[in-house]
Nanobody, 116 residues
């Protein structure tokens, strides 16, 4: 079995920063990619950033230059450093782990609210 857990969300003022973490655990030997998605009220879930097992990264245009996805020292752990946050970043952020021959596993999400 596989479990994906996000943490680090919360309330932050515009211009502030948050660091989200994602840990995938269980019967995992490797992963193809781990991605961060977000879903704002009334909007479709969208990809924010992703990192592959080789270390390559992708970012949505809206967050490029502000967000950084990185690998932790522990395997199957990634972080999303979010800087210069604005109200448009308010959403539930989900972590997705793509595992070879297993499939995709989603976390339960962590709320990020950017407000004064």
């Amino acid at each position: 079995q596989v479990q994906v857990v996000e943490s680090g969300g919360g309330l932050v003022q515009p211009g502030g920063s948050l660091r989200l973490s994602c840990v995938a655990s269980g019967s995992i030997y490797s992963f193809n990619a781990i991605g961060w998605y977000r879903q704002a009220p009334g909007k479709q879930r969208e990809l924010v950033a992703a990192i592959t097992s080789s270390g390559s990264t992708n970012y949505a245009d809206s967050v490029k230059g502000r967000f950084t996805i990185s690998r932790g020292y522990a395997q199957n752990t990634v972080y999303l450093q979010m800087n210069s946050l604005n109200s448009d970043d308010t959403a539930v952020y989900y972590c997705n782990a793509e595992l070879p021959h297993i499939g995709n596993y989603w976390g339960q999400g962590t709320q990020v609210t950017v407000s004064s």
